[in-house]
């Protein structure tokens, strides 16, 4: 188990609205990472925050974004939501951004869109 | 944008040792090679990880070969409970500043059998 935590666990949403996720760093871990992970595939890379402010993204469009709070919980928010936009959303949490650094996943979101 | 290659899938007999390849042929020199696992679509468990030196804690060990091309995840005695998929990861930088990030393929799916 680790000290990663997500919110909400499911949820249903309809083409063409937004949802925001949650994810709770470790204690003293000032990185989090977002990952998509569609079935089947291994998740991928949406973006990394860093003492609050965006370190780095993958290959996501703009209407993904995120935010992330003074006590290094984050958030993940998605406009404008399209079908494959379907997956489970993990956050990952680090002590550094540093390559040999560990991050720990969250158990992550399981976003159906309809 | 992957920089592993490994096999799709392995058996094991529980009890013995399971011995997991994956080759990283383009691996620069300061990138870690990382392991996780996932089991069913709960968010992947840390492993292990290693620069160019072998090793070893109480999960798992890390063979990583001298030229840094391949590396092999060495679980000593295989349970029930270490069937998953197994993902081998060089984490690379993103490309802006301190940023990096986690690269999964497809990974290993380890089946252990009685």
């Known amino acids: 188990e680790t000290g990663v935590t997500q919110s909400p666990t499911h949820l249903i949403k309809t083409r063409g609205q937004q949802v925001t996720l949650r994810c709770s760093s470790q204690?003293?871990?000032?990185?989090v990472s977002w990952y998509q992970q569609a079935l089947g595939q291994g998740p991928q890379f949406i973006f990394q925050?860093?003492?609050?402010?965006?370190?780095g993204r993958g290959n996501f469009p703009p209407r993904f974004s995120g935010l992330q709070f003074p006590n290094y919980s984050s958030e993940l928010n998605v406009n404008a939501l399209e079908l494959d936009d379907s997956a489970l959303y993990l956050c990952?949490?680090?002590?550094?951004?540093?390559?040999?650094?560990?991050?720990?996943f969250g158990q992550g979101t399981r976003l159906t869109v309809v | 944008d992957a920089k592993t290659t490994q096999p799709t899938s392995m058996d094991c007999a529980e009890g013995r040792a399971a011995n997991l390849p994956c080759n990283h042929s383009?691996?620069?020199?300061?990138?870690?090679v990382y392991w996780y696992r996932q089991i069913h679509s709960q968010g992947p468990q840390y492993i292990i990880h290693?620069?160019?030196n072998n090793e070893t804690n109480e999960m798992a060990s890390l063979i990583i070969t001298e030229d840094r091309k391949s590396s092999t995840l060495i679980l000593p005695h295989a349970t029930l409970r270490d069937t998953a998929v197994y993902y081998c990861?060089?984490?690379?930088?993103?490309?802006?500043?301190?940023?990096?990030?986690?690269?999964f393929g497809t990974g290993t799916r380890l089946q252990v059998t009685l």
């Open positions: 990952a949490s680090s002590l550094s951004p540093a390559r040999n650094t560990e991050a720990f």
């Open positions: 204690s003293g871990h000032n990185t």
């Open positions: 925050y860093y003492r609050e402010e965006e370190n």
């Open positions: 383009t691996i620069s020199g300061n990138e870690y």
């Open positions: 290693g620069l160019k």
């Open positions: 990861i060089v984490r690379v930088a993103t490309g802006t500043g301190t940023a990096s990030k986690l690269t």
